[in-house]
Nanobody, 124 residues
Framework: QVQLGESGGRLVQAGGSLRLSCAAS????????MGWFRQAPGKEREFVAA????????YYVDSVKGRFTISRDNAKNTVYLQMNSLKPEDTAVYYC?????????????????WGQGTQVTVSS
């Protein structure tokens, strides 16, 4: 069982930066691939970024490549999402998710545990 808690979301101006954190409970965090997803009002939840359990490989949706960076610290049971050059279209609730596997997937239904989300609002 893994419990996830996101933090770091807030209102920011376009062009600004935020770092989201996702803290996980449990002793087996390093066994889980982690993903970040987001859901904007009236839209479906979409994949943003993911990282393997070791942190050795990452993947991003095209719309955030070059602007967002996912990383993890297995000693701290935490995964991060550094978001730079934020745009109004990045406004959404951001969720972290854990998958009981070395490797990540892009489909939300393949993740086993979810946090409650943190709101990111980017003003123009």
């Amino acid at each position: 069982q893994v419990q996830l808690g996101e933090s770091g979301g807030r209102l920011v101006q376009a062009g600004g930066s935020l770092r989201l954190s996702c803290a996980a409970s449990g002793r087996t965090f390093s066994s889980y691939a982690m993903g970040w997803f987001r859901q904007a009002p009236g839209k479906e939840r979409e994949f943003v970024a993911a990282i393997t359990s070791s942190g050795g490989s990452t993947y991003y949706v095209d719309s955030v490549k070059g602007r967002f960076t996912i990383s993890r610290d297995n000693a701290k049971n935490t995964v991060y999402l550094q978001m730079n050059s934020l745009k109004p279209e990045d406004t959404a609730v951001y969720y972290c998710a854990a998958r009981r596997s070395y490797y990540y997937m892009l489909d939300s239904y393949k993740y086993d545990y979810w946090g409650q989300g943190t709101q990111v609002t980017v003003s123009s």
